[in-house]
């Protein structure tokens, strides 16, 4: 608990049951269950209220709230059972055991007697209904053996929490541990400390006359918390108080987890463009100097007599009379360094075209992340969080991770596979040999990813990854992908193309196939043109 924060301590929760009384002889009308540790309880006597009970552990409390709960979907099972058992109910008490932080409801209904029991202490907060014969019928945890010596199971006995026995606070006196005497709280002690006198905290316990005050930012509190410093406002009674309290607390802790959800997934997303950026960089730093690779490999052939067998280094002259020294592989002769520099040569001016609009893409993707961030950092409302992250997914930056696991050292299991983005931001994969193509085909493509391949000839394997939602993918993409399989086919000089795709779930590979083999169904065919 934050020291900024007021806690939920047996005092706050002493003034709320002696608040409660008025609701014995209300009837329960409905139950809600709106998050898995809360429920939400309307009270008829004469007026309708909401009664909150949380066993969160930052946020552990039980108070009236202003607000009818907003409509949800299914109830989950606890809710469920509360629904059953105690809707028409009565209260028949509310009570607080000993001034321990547990909150005991009594309800008589048609289903028989109950309690509402609710243990709020921080991380070992728990709501649970009892029957009449102490057993426990439902909970919002359900504990097991193993995890406490005080396990919470389906028609098990209920124990209360096994706390050393104390006297209570109401006994103390000046001078006393008051450590010692159950119902203090080191909040308690604060406020002792800086002046609030014993005797008051025993005569609100002892009568059931309590104040409530606000101290904005910090919570509510059934004594004045001035005293620490803190702008307080008074209010009629604690219950209001704690529902203006928690409403500015939890709508801050909402707004706040969201933000970092968002931001977390955001620069995931951002540090994987910066990845590609640099990846694509150096792609083109090596298309702009395909010429100069080039000359390195006829400069190998031209001097291959002079290269003697292990020799790491050529040293030669350049056409223009230039000394150059050119890296070899020791492990290769001279006409296989010079195919090898061709072939890098070759490569990187096939891909000089798609890698400059690849770049200029992602760089685009990733300053406009970037600036994302920054709004996500200063937003505000949490409407607007929800807006900022419909914008995210829409450009396909909320990928959720597929493929659980250890981390891999290298990605694809070192497979040779080529990430691209399409013109609508989906992820597009392709293998460049035929064991890549496989194991795109059948590790990393998922069932309602697309699939491309050219029709009826050797082309690489082209995944467009839907995230699930294979339908939202535009034409646009569909041919970015498609040309892809193109450029990386025996077809890839001719002048119309037909690539086939479909869901990766219609595409198989036959046992014992060769690499790289693959048959599918349910394709469909888009014709791509070269230009002129």
């Known amino acids: 608990m934050s020291s900024r924060h007021i806690p939920y301590d047996s005092l706050v929760l002493a003034a709320v049951v002696a608040e409660g009384q008025e609701w014995v002889g209300a009837r329960i009308q409905k139950v809600w269950q709106p998050d898995p540790l809360v429920i939400v309880l309307s009270l008829y006597y004469g007026v309708e209220r909401w009664l909150l009970v949380s066993a969160e552990a930052e946020t552990a409390r039980a108070h009236l709230v202003s607000r009818r709960p907003s409509p949800a979907g299914d109830i989950p099972a606890f809710g469920a059972t509360l629904r059953k058992s105690l809707t028409d109910g009565r209260v028949v008490f509310v009570r ?6 547990i909150l005991e409801v009594g309800v008589s209904s048609a289903q028989g007697d109950y309690q509402l029991v609710a243990e709020l202490m921080g991380k070992h907060s728990n709501i649970m209904l009892v029957d009449s014969s102490r057993r426990v019928v439902g909970a919002a945890k359900w504990v097991g053996r193993s995890q406490s010596r005080r396990p919470v199971l389906p028609g098990q006995p209920y124990e209360p929490p096994p706390f050393d026995p104390k006297p209570p606070l109401t006994q103390a ?37 309590f104040g409530a005050f606000v101290a904005p930012g910090h919570g509510a509190y059934p004594f004045d918390v001035s005293r620490l410093g803190w702008d307080t406002l008074s209010k009629v009674g604690i219950n209001q108080a704690l529902d203006q309290a928690y409403g500015e607390r939890v709508g801050q802790d ?99 075209e798609e890698v400059d609009s690849q770049h200029g893409r992602i760089v685009a993707d990733r300053d406009a992340i970037q600036a994302l961030l920054v709004d996500v950092e200063e937003c505000q409302d949490l409407e607007r969080v929800d807006e900022l992250r419909q914008f995210a997914d829409s450009r396909h930056w909320l990928r959720v991770e597929q493929h659980a696991g250890p981390k891999e050292e290298r990605p694809y299991a070192g497979h040779p596979v080529r990430e691209l983005v399409s013109p609508a931001g989906w992820r597009v994969l392709y293998g460049t040999n035929a064991t890549s193509n496989d194991y795109l085909t059948t590790k990393v493509a998922r069932p309602n990813d ?10 690489a394997h ?22 892809v399989a193109v450029r990386n086919s025996v077809s890839k000089h001719s002048h119309y193309v037909a690539v086939d795709y479909t869901l990766k779930k219609y595409v198989r590979k036959p046992r014992g196939s060769a690499a790289g083999f693959a048959t599918y169904v349910q394709e469909k065919t888009l014709h791509v043109e070269k230009a002129d």
């Open 173 to 209: 006196t000046a001078g006393d541990d008051l450590k010692q005497y159950e119902g203090w709280s080191p909040f308690l002690g604060r406020l002792l400390d800086a002046g609030l006198p014993l005797a008051d905290v025993q005569r609100a316990l002892a009568t059931g006359q």
């Open 96 to 101: 607080q055991r000993g001034l321990d932080r």
């Open 254 to 352: 909402k707004l706040d987890r969201a933000k970092a959800a968002l931001s977390s997934q955001l620069r995931r997303v951002l540090a994987h463009r910066a990845r590609a950026v640099e990846e694509l960089s150096r792609a083109r730093e090596a298309a702009a100097q395909a010429d100069q690779t080039q000359r390195l490999g006829e400069l190998v052939l031209a001097y291959q007599g002079a290269v003697k067998s292990g020799d790491t280094k050529l040293e030669a002259w350049d056409y223009d009379g230039t000394p150059v020294s050119v890296p070899l592989d020791p492990t290769k002769s001279p006409v296989e360094n010079a195919q090898s520099y061709f072939s890098r040569a070759k490569k990187a001016k096939a891909r000089a």
């Open 462 to 483: 082209v995944v467009l990854q839907t995230e699930n939602k294979p339908d939202r993918v535009q034409r646009a993409d569909l041919m970015f992908a498609a040309q």
């Open 450 to 459: 697309l699939w491309f391949h050219v029709r009826g000839v050797t082309s």
